[in-house]
């Protein structure tokens, strides 16, 4: 599907994938973009590390996606 982002960050990089795959997720039903999601959104909280705005974006987007994961139970 996606293997590759320059950078993490929610409007060009894989937080951005992310947010969009959680989207395609919620009208499909389908698990594989949740998987997807949460791959990249492992991959950006690590590389968030050191930076205060990058982990306010993983926040959000993690936020949407334990909702939406949550409403699975």
Do not use: C, P, R
Not at 16 to 24: F, H, K, M, S
Not at 38 to 44: A, H, R, T
Not at 52 to 62: A, D, F, M
């Amino acid at each position: 599907m996606f293997e590759f982002a320059q950078f993490a960050g929610l409007w060009k990089g894989m937080l951005g994938i992310a947010d969009t795959l959680l989207n395609l997720f919620n009208y499909t039903h389908d698990k594989k973009y949740l998987e997807k999601a949460k791959e990249l959104i492992i991959n950006s909280e690590i590389l968030s590390h050191d930076n205060e705005k990058l982990q306010t974006e993983v926040l959000y987007v993690l936020s949407k996606y334990k909702s939406l994961k949550g409403n699975l139970i």
